[in-house]
């Protein structure tokens, strides 16, 4: 069975930093490419980082370039996402998600990371 | 990376049909046939019900069907039931390792 389990969430100050793990199981880590998605309080899906099947290509929205690092360990089948500088606008439910097909076919739970002073 | 844009709701009575359109650009919806729909329920993560613009994962309702024309996508749930009600979310790969969603619909029964 596949899955995905997030943890990390936590509340943040603004400007600290935080890093997310999301733990995987039950297919071959290293033939998929990972991603995070976030969702604000009573908003919309928002995409904001891949990773390669290899770890090799990143990919960031432009409202978290330059203070989020996305990154994985195949020792460990777990997903990373670093996060600085955190903004009262990144406080959100992340998910993890599997890409196969060109869709996101398998999702975790979710953790939520409140940002506030 | 501007979000693709949805209608905010949607609504019919039980065994009703309901269409909800996706539209992006050349650069998203119409550059790939990599459209997917995502439904989720209040305080559940997503779940994929339409991959590959008209796929369906196994386990989803054939009630449930997809199509794409130029940059505007759409999701079609006929005989609709109670369950169906949720918030529907268009993506699409959108190239370099990366998607874009849409902006969301709740669809009402």
């Known amino acids: 069975e596949v899955q995905l389990v997030e943890s990390g969430g936590v509340l943040v100050q603004p400007g600290g930093s935080l890093r997310l793990s999301c733990a995987t199981t039950?297919?071959?880590?290293?033939?998929?490419?990972l991603h995070w998605v976030r969702q604000a309080p009573g908003k919309g899906l928002e995409y904001i980082s891949g990773?390669?099947?290899?770890?090799?290509?990143?990919y960031y929205v432009n409202s978290v370039k330059g203070r989020f690092i996305i990154s994985r360990d195949k020792s460990k089948n777990t997903l990373y996402l670093q996060m600085g500088s955190l903004r009262l606008e990144d406080m959100a439910v992340y998910y993890c998600?599997?890409?196969?097909?060109?869709?996101?076919?398998?999702w975790g739970q979710g953790t939520l990371v409140t940002v506030s002073s | 990376q501007s979000a693709l844009t949805q209608p905010p709701s949607a609504s019919g009575s039980p065994g009703q049909s309901v269409t909800i359109s996706c539209t992006g650009t050349?650069?998203?919806?119409?550059?790939?046939?990599?459209v997917a729909w995502y439904q989720q329920h209040p305080g559940k993560a997503p779940k994929v019900m339409i991959y590959?613009?008209?796929k369906r994962p196994s386990g989803v309702p054939d009630r449930f069907s997809g199509s794409k024309s130029g940059n505007t996508a759409s999701l079609t749930v006929s005989g609709l039931q109670a369950e169906d009600e949720a918030d529907y979310y268009c993506?699409?790969?959108?190239?370099?390792?990366?998607?874009?969603f849409g902006t969301g619909t709740k669809v009402t029964v």
């Open positions: 998600a599997r890409d196969s097909s060109g869709c996101l076919d398998y």
């Open positions: 039950g297919f071959t880590f290293n033939n998929h490419a």
């Open positions: 990773i390669s099947y290899d770890g090799q290509d990143t």
């Open positions: 050349s650069s998203d919806v119409g550059g790939y046939n990599y």
């Open positions: 590959e613009v008209s």
């Open positions: 993506s699409s790969y959108a190239g370099s390792n990366n998607f874009v």
